[in-house]
């Protein structure tokens, strides 16, 4: 079975651009979470979504960041404009909540931010 | 706030050398305890769920235990492939989809 999948798996952009990441969860899986992993903080939850609505944003760290979930298949997190400062490992993740309170995280996307 | 912290923050151990981690949570009506497997580049594995005092789960070379303060992960024997970073989680109740992570162990297992 193909787990989370998330692209692009590296980012690499400068300062003020616009950056655009996207997530695959399981299919159907019926939570789909946000998390940014950095050495200082660790691994953070941005915001999280049950069957395609937003639940709880209050991880977003600006108004700078957006996530949207048009379908159960698809959900994007948008940086604009982006900082160094939101360098960082970016993690989708998705929960069956049927099958119980595990989630499953996917490979990842590391963004640089120049 | 709800907080979870784990020690050591890395561990060094020949290979055949048992230990333990430590993750000690504060959170407000704890729903569920999670221990996940991290690999470099990787996301992290889920490897057990934790709901009540007393609860132990096991699998392989690893055994996770829970009391009202805190989770231990056992590994026994451990081998050089069990080399990762371990991460403790914690939800809270009501739909307990907020995970609050720890900083995680580094786990090196050497020959």
């Known amino acids: 079975d193909a787990g989370v999948i998330q692209s692009p798996r590296h980012e690499v952009t400068e300062m003020g651009q616009e950056v655009t990441l996207r997530c695959k969860p399981i299919?159907?899986?019926?939570?789909l979470f946000w998390y940014r992993q950095t050495m200082m903080r660790g691994l953070e939850l941005l915001i999280y979504f049950n069957n395609n609505v937003p639940i709880d944003d209050s991880g977003m760290p600006e108004d700078r960041f957006s996530a949207k979930m048009p379908n159960a298949s698809f959900s994007t997190l948008k940086i604009q404009p982006s900082e160094p400062r939101d360098s960082a490992v970016y993690f989708c993740?998705?929960?069956?909540?049927?099958?119980?309170?595990?989630?499953?995280f996917g490979p990842g996307t590391r963004l640089t931010v120049l | 706030e709800d907080q979870v912290t784990q020690s050591p923050e890395a561990l060094r151990l020949q290979e055949g050398e048992s230990s333990s981690l430590n993750c000690s949570y504060t959170v407000s009506g704890l729903r569920g305890l999670f221990w996940y497997r991290q690999d470099p580049g990787k996301g992290p594995e889920f490897l057990f769920t934790l709901y009540s005092a007393g609860e132990e789960k096991e699998k392989e070379r690893l055994k996770a235990t829970l009391t009202k303060k805190e989770s231990f992960l056992h590994i026994t024997a451990p081998k050089p492939e069990d080399s990762a970073t371990y991460l403790c989680a914690a939800s809270a109740g009501g739909g307990g989809n907020k995970l609050t992570f720890g900083t995680g162990t580094q786990l090196k297992v050497e020959l």
């Open positions: 299919s159907g899986h019926d939570y």
């Open positions: 993740a998705s929960r069956l909540s049927s099958q119980g309170d595990e989630q499953f």
